[in-house]
DNA sequence: TATGTAAACTTAACAATGTTAAGATAGAAT
DNA sequence: ATTCTATCTTAACATTGTTAAGTTTACATA
């Protein structure tokens, strides 16, 4: 099964196309990643992917929870050394700057799965489980150090934020960003 | 001068266009601010907007500009009682507030303003202006509290980010936006 | 006042996009 | 072997941003 398109059948076409799209949308951005494009780079005829998905926001989805595996993967990396505040506290840092880190290097990516473009569309099963995911490993960090749903939003809401001003150019990106996700953490009190 | 469309040439087609811009953005939403629907509204053809706009982009530039226009304005309403911390810090909370507000209020307008759609335009004279306008009120509200760059940064993740994480829908609405931002800012240490 | 020039506008066309309809192919079940 | 159905193709549609070519109007100058 080496030869790349010698069936009518395509054989894995609905998991190809999720991967032409997510290739299309980092090597070229989100206005290059037409339906016809993802087609064309999968090898099938532009109207193909409508055996698969509904259309093409149905497709999207599905990239987007892709990027939320990947997501969710890079956030589970770190582990708290130990319970000790000053330990949990450094655990915390460590995902804030997975999160950061994440969206500098999948910019489109990131804009697509939080984005407001999809928010409108139905929801597939694997899209909920790897967002949930995701947010998981935010919340069980900071209430680790406080137990508090609020705590949970304030640290979010501030790492978010940041990687949102950066991806989308509203402040100048630096070169260190490990440095500049922790100068901004340490404006973060949970006592 | 009272009547809609009477000279072939129409007088004030530039503002024209914007505000129709504005008023399909905010009443149809985003995917229906065509060009052209943005022509129909304002009573003239297709091609019309291209005598003062070299593209659709520039005119959106000039939405957004509109957008940190009136963002500006709110951010400006509000200002610190006394010099004492406790004042500085209800100050900041308020215009917190008023950011909040402000994005839900105007969910596409602040997409496009903050949104990465047009980063990579050439920005018009009053887009700087109104934008450093808005920032200005942030930075000096932070500083009086804590003259800190980072702190200004920390400030204004935390507050960007809720607003985001809202407006493209990653958390579910509250009924009482002020309490959910003072809950959060609650965790945000400027010492 | 008459004339020329440039800005502001119109119509018509183009390629690209998402989507649908109709039909062809092929793998699987009977 | 025949039928059935999922998978795919080709062809068409309306909509989009944009450009080209031509028309109308305002205005400066003679």
Known sequence: MNAEKQTYHHGGLRDALIEAAAQILEAEGPSKMSLRSIARKAGVSQAAPYSHFANKNALLIEVAAFGFSRFSDALEKPAPLSNEAEDLREHLAKLGVVYVNFALENKALFQL?????????????????????????????VRRLKDDAAATLAAWSMVHGLATLMVDQKISPTEDTEQQVRSILQFLALN
Chains 1, 2 share one sequence.
């Open 113 to 141: 799965m939080f984005g407001d473009a999809l928010s409108h569309i139905t929801k597939s099963e694997t899209y909920l489980k790897e967002g949930a995911r995701a947010y998981d490993c935010i919340d069980k960090a």
